[in-house]
Each structure stands twice: as C-alpha cells, then as structure tokens.
C-alpha cells in the first residue's frame, strides 16, 4: 500500500477506537456497562443490529460468494422479515417487562435454572467460535498486505477492539457501530462506483449486468427444490425464517442491541426496519461480487486469488505450475475475446450470438475447471492453506485496481465492520457468562463496582478465547457461509427452548432440558451424515425439542408454570 493509504486507514481507525473510549467514559455500574442505562432511539438500535450482524465476513467474503456461486445467496434473507414481525410481537415485550439482562434471565422465570445455564452455554459456545471466525476474516488482509503471520495479525485485529470494548461497554459499542456504519455504507457504494468506472472503454454497467447474467451469477431466485442445495427460495424462507427468528431473538449478540432501547416502540422499530433494509444492502453486496466476475471476464484474472498460496505452489511444484499457467494464460484470452464479442452482438441481435454465448459458458466452465484443479494442487502441497480463495477475490480486485487512499479506506472498512460485530458479541458474552453462569451461583450479589470489574474480566477473557479460536479459522472455506453453518448447528434448539417457553404452557423445566439435549444431539447427527443443507438444521433443532418435549408429557408430570 501507498504512504496514503496507510494514513487514511490508520487515522480512520485511530479516530475509531478514541471515540469509543471517549463516549464509553465513566462507567459505574453493569446497567451501563451490559445494558447502555436502557437510553438507546430506534436508529442507533437499527443500526446497532446491522452492524452486529454485518461483520468483516459480509464485505469480504460476501462478493467472493457472489462470485463464485452466484447471487442465490441472498435468498438465505428471505426469511428474515417475518421473523423481526413474530420477535416484535413475542420476544421484545417479555424481554422488556422481565428488564432482563440476557435473553436466557426469562428461561430460569419460565423453567428453572438448569434450562437457563444449558442455553447460555449452547449460545457462549456457538458465538465464542464464530466471533474467533470473524476475528479472522480482517486478519487475512493484514496477512496478505503486510506479509506478516497470521497468527501475530490474529491478535492485533482482535486486540485493538478491545481497548474500547473493555473500556465503554455497550455505550461504546452502540455509537462506534452508528460511525463504524456510515464509514462502511459510504465506501462500499463508491466501490461499486469504482468497479464499472474500471471496466474496459465502452463497457458500461447494463453490459456488466448482461454478462453476470449470462454467466449465471445473477441468479437471484432459484426455486427448485432440493434438501441439499444450500440456497434456494424455499430454504431460505424456511429455514432463514427459523434461523433469523433464533438469531435475532435469543442470540444475546442481537438481544443485547435492542434492550438497550428506551422502551418497546423504539426496540421494535428498529428490528422492523432491519427486515426491510437487510435484504437490499445484502443484494448490493453480492451484486459487486457479480459484477467482479463480469469485470474479470472482460481484463486478465489471476490464476488463483490468494497469491501467497499460490506461490507457495510455484515455490514447491514449478513445473506443475508452469503447466497451470501456460493452460490458464490461454483461456484467459479466449474467455477475454469471447466476452467482448458477445457484447458486440448483443446490440446487433446477429443470429451467431447464441452460440458465441455457448463458446462462453463452455469456456468459462473450463476456467473452473483448471482453478479447482489448482485449488486442490494448493491443498495437495500445503496442510496450512486455505481451503478456498473464495475470501480473497474483492480484496484482489481493491488491491490491484482502486486508486491510492481509496485503498486504506476499502481495508478500514473492513476492520472497522469487523470491530462492530465483534465488539457487540464479546458484550453479549460476557453479559452471559457473568449473569448466567459466573453469579447465578453465587449466595450473595456483588455491589456494583464488583459487579463491573467481573464484567470487564469476562469482555477481556472472551476477546483472549476468540482470538484463538481465529487461529484455527483457515480451513473453513468461505467465511460468511462457515459462520452460518456453525450458528446453524445451535440456533435450533435455543429456538425451540424458547418457543416452547412462550407457546407450550404445560412443558415444564427437567422436560425441555432433556429435550433441548436430544435435539442437539440429533441436529450434530444430520449435519455429520450430510441429509440436509444447514439451513434446514435450523427448522430439524426447533421442531426436535418441541417433538421432544411432547413425548416428554408421556414421563414428567407437568409442574405449576410460573408466568
């Protein structure tokens, strides 16, 4: 990177983290500190919620996916709508009228105290892991463009965070995400711009558009169905509806963003406009990822995007990359050429065009072709590479091709979505960990000023096991799917504790809590024997403890419930 670059993304994030220190200042108790004093309006709660769910992963590897398997991703979404609808209606004004301090407070109310540490533990062990996953994912950049160790970039990414997250507590946190937010909604739209300026003379955005589509990456809507395709519309009503409805409404991550609010309206206008503004600004993000692929079709792409993989290829088997290259250079040309010709016929409708669109496809599936034989080349030759480059590809494209300052500013955007969900997860963990493990079992309740200081020493000991859980992170493929299927495989089953806690009046504590071990039992089970896509697991976890705490009447003799 330039001089500039270095300044732009080094002051940006300088500015960052002195804000958050400087408005988190003066915390005196864990009302402040876990909750914000409850002072939250609607839009810092909106925005709070997008940013904790918007992480590093959404902008770097989110075009990557695009890219690759095309735009059906954001299919996963569809559900996410109806699902804000149900939390208004159910989950926000139990949270409110109980004025809890974590989503899993409710459970010991309505169950007992087992039910409620066994759910917190399913959250803290999901969301440790993928908060060490989205630690990693603006590690990588630091990695690739200082050249520098994963591992040392693992903690400084992981560690800077926490000098405000530690400090300010949820204050700090919700107004750093309403700055970090409109930094990143800014760049990313300018980098749109930035894409179709780059793309050859005389090549403008509808032909961009034409080619994605005819390469088969703008497909949106796929309705086919199939148990294990992973994206299409019936997953992603379904099964985004189950996983939306878990995550957003008993994931403390999500939970603790909106009882920070004033009150129930405040609380609830943000989720509502979270489910009609997530799915837009997820379409934009993946139509970049489109788009790259029409530019790359258009200008020479790189044999494999994740270069020091690669090289570590070259370095080890340079003849069976010399082949690689000298196979991938022709095709490069031939996928070139085919693709100007094509938007050359387009205006003129000649009759050959076509079968110029078939040269096209088949070429383009050759292109595959050769980058998963280099691919599994990579894998074959280093234990420690990443399984995919799918990570690397819009971090390629800023690198090579966006202008000097616009580059730092692309990076600081990256670290500072990453900061936003991070810090949010590492609040809500140890919101959980001291309220329902660390002083649930204490006779007597610290005074505030203790009560503070457990709070910050779990923030800092969460940041310390994500950290290294991010040391492990490289051989999970495409972070942004990695990091859903890990919340899928415990999302179910929280969800199901809860919907049996508001809709099942007779379940009573010792039956859920069988029930939610024997869900979880079985998601793991149908997620080793690969029957369904992940999203499906959502939808199997909660309808397994509902099942399962039916049959449960059979044997426990249900209890007075306590309202």
């Given at each position: 990177?330039?001089?500039?670059?270095?300044?732009?993304?080094?002051?940006?994030?300088?500015?960052?983290?002195?804000?958050?220190?400087?408005?988190?200042?003066?915390?005196?108790?864990?009302?402040?500190?876990?909750?914000?004093?409850?002072?939250m309006p609607w839009y810092i709660v909106l925005i709070g919620i997008m940013a904790t769910q918007a992480s590093a992963i959404t902008?770097?590897?989110?075009?990557?996916?695009?890219?690759?398997?095309?735009?059906?991703?954001?299919?996963?979404?569809?559900?996410?709508?109806?699902?804000?609808?149900?939390?208004?209606?159910?989950?926000?004004?139990?949270?409110?009228?109980?004025?809890?301090?974590?989503?899993?407070?409710?459970?010991?109310?309505?169950?007992?105290?087992?039910?409620?540490?066994?759910?917190?533990?399913?959250?803290?062990?999901?969301?440790?892991?993928?908060?060490?996953?989205?630690?990693?994912?603006?590690?990588?950049?630091?990695?690739?463009?200082?050249?520098?160790?994963?591992?040392?970039?693992?903690?400084?990414?992981?560690?800077?965070?926490?000098?405000?997250?530690?400090?300010?507590?949820?204050?700090?946190?919700?107004?750093?995400?309403?700055?970090?937010?409109?930094?990143?909604?800014?760049?990313?739209?300018?980098?749109?711009?930035?894409?179709?300026?780059?793309?050859?003379?005389?090549?403008?955005?509808?032909?961009?558009?034409?080619?994605?589509?005819?390469?088969?990456?703008?497909?949106?809507?796929?309705?086919?169905?199939?148990?294990?395709?992973?994206?299409?519309?019936?997953?992603?009503?379904?099964?985004?509806?189950?996983?939306?409805?878990?995550?957003?409404?008993?994931?403390?991550?999500?939970?603790?963003?909106?009882?920070?609010?004033?009150?129930?309206?405040?609380?609830?206008?943000?989720?509502?406009?979270?489910?009609?503004?997530?799915?837009?600004?997820?379409?934009?993000?993946?139509?970049?990822?489109?788009?790259?692929?029409?530019?790359?079709?258009?200008?020479?792409?790189?044999?494999?995007?994740?270069?020091?993989?690669?090289?570590?290829?070259?370095?080890?088997?340079?003849?069976?990359?010399?082949?690689?290259?000298?196979?991938?250079?022709?095709?490069?040309?031939?996928?070139?050429?085919?693709s100007k010709e094509i938007l050359k016929l387009k205006e003129t409708d000649a009759p050959q065009l076509e079968a110029k669109i078939?040269?096209?496809?088949?070429?383009?599936?050759?292109?595959?072709?050769?980058?998963?034989?280099?691919?599994?080349?990579?894998?074959?030759?280093?234990?420690?590479?990443?399984?995919?480059?799918?990570?690397?590809?819009?971090?390629?494209?800023?690198?090579?091709?966006?202008?000097?300052?616009?580059?730092?500013?692309?990076?600081?955007?990256?670290?500072?979505?990453?900061?936003?969900?991070?810090?949010?997860?590492?609040?809500?963990?140890?919101?959980?960990?001291?309220?329902?493990?660390?002083?649930?079992?204490?006779?007597?309740?610290?005074?505030?000023?203790?009560?503070?200081?457990?709070?910050?020493?779990?923030?800092?000991?969460?940041?310390?096991?994500?950290?290294?859980?991010?040391?492990?992170?490289?051989?999970?493929?495409?972070?942004?799917?990695?990091?859903?299927?890990?919340?899928?495989?415990?999302?179910?089953?929280?969800?199901?504790?809860?919907?049996?806690?508001?809709?099942?009046?007779?379940?009573?504590?010792?039956?859920?809590?069988?029930?939610?071990?024997?869900?979880?039992?079985?998601?793991?089970?149908?997620?080793?024997?690969?029957?369904?896509?992940?999203?499906?697991?959502?939808?199997?976890?909660?309808?397994?403890?509902?099942?399962?705490?039916?049959?449960?009447?059979?044997f426990y003799k249900p209890k007075a419930v306590h309202s």
């Open positions: 990177m330039s001089t500039i670059d270095w300044t732009v993304l080094i002051f940006t994030l300088v500015a960052v983290v002195v804000y958050g220190v400087f408005i988190g200042r003066g915390q005196k108790s864990n009302a402040s500190y876990l909750k914000a004093d409850n002072k902008f770097l590897s989110a075009p990557g996916q695009a890219y690759t398997d095309g735009m059906r991703f954001v299919q996963y979404y569809f559900g996410l709508p109806l699902a804000m609808i149900v939390i208004c209606i159910t989950f926000i004004p139990i949270f409110q009228r109980l004025n809890v301090y974590t989503a899993y407070e409710y459970l010991e109310n309505r169950f007992d105290k087992k039910t409620r540490v066994l759910t917190s533990l399913l959250f803290l062990f999901s969301r440790g892991l993928s908060t060490g996953i989205s630690i990693y994912a603006p590690s990588i950049i630091l990695s690739s463009v200082l050249n520098w160790n994963i591992y040392l970039t693992n903690v400084l990414t992981g560690g800077i965070l926490l000098i405000y997250t530690y400090i300010g507590g949820a204050k700090a946190i919700a107004h750093t995400q309403k700055l970090q937010f409109l930094i990143i909604l800014g760049t990313m739209a300018f980098a749109g711009y930035l894409l179709i300026e780059n793309m050859p003379n005389g090549i403008g955005f509808k032909d961009a558009l034409y080619l994605a589509g005819k390469s088969g990456k703008l497909n949106v809507i796929t309705t086919e169905f199939d148990w294990k395709d992973k994206y299409n519309i019936w997953s992603g009503i379904i099964g985004g509806f189950f996983l939306a409805l878990s995550y957003f409404g008993t994931d403390q991550s999500q939970v603790g963003r909106y009882i920070t609010a004033k009150d129930n309206t405040n609380a609830k206008m943000g989720l509502l406009l979270n489910g009609l503004v997530k799915i837009p600004m997820q379409f934009a993000i993946l139509l970049i990822g489109a788009l790259l692929f029409a530019f790359f079709s258009l200008k020479p792409a790189p044999i494999y995007f994740n270069e020091r993989s690669y090289q570590y290829l070259k370095e080890t088997k340079p003849e069976q990359a010399e082949v690689f290259e000298k196979e991938h250079q022709d095709l490069q040309v031939k996928f070139n050429t085919e078939q040269d096209f496809k088949n070429t383009q599936a050759e292109v595959k072709a050769l980058h998963g034989r280099v691919e599994e080349a990579i894998n074959t030759s280093n234990y420690n590479a990443e399984k995919t480059d799918t990570n690397y590809i819009f971090l390629y494209f800023v690198k090579n091709t966006l202008p000097a300052g616009m580059i730092g500013l692309l990076f600081a955007v990256i670290f500072l979505a990453s900061w936003g969900s991070i810090s949010a997860a590492l609040n809500s963990l140890a919101a959980c960990s001291v309220k329902d493990i660390h002083l649930i079992f204490k006779k007597e309740a610290p005074d505030d000023k203790t009560e503070l200081k457990y709070s910050r020493l779990h923030t800092l000991a969460w940041g310390i096991f994500s950290i290294g859980v991010a040391m492990f992170a490289t051989q999970m493929g495409s972070l942004i799917e990695a990091v859903n299927v890990l919340g899928s495989l415990f999302y179910g089953p929280i969800l199901g504790i809860f919907l049996v806690a508001f809709y099942y009046k007779k379940i009573n504590g010792p039956n859920v809590f069988v029930a939610a071990i024997l869900a979880e039992i079985t998601v793991i089970t149908v997620y080793q024997f690969d029957i369904v896509s992940f999203l499906w697991l959502n939808v199997i976890g909660a309808a397994a403890v509902i099942l399962f705490s039916a049959i449960g009447l059979l």
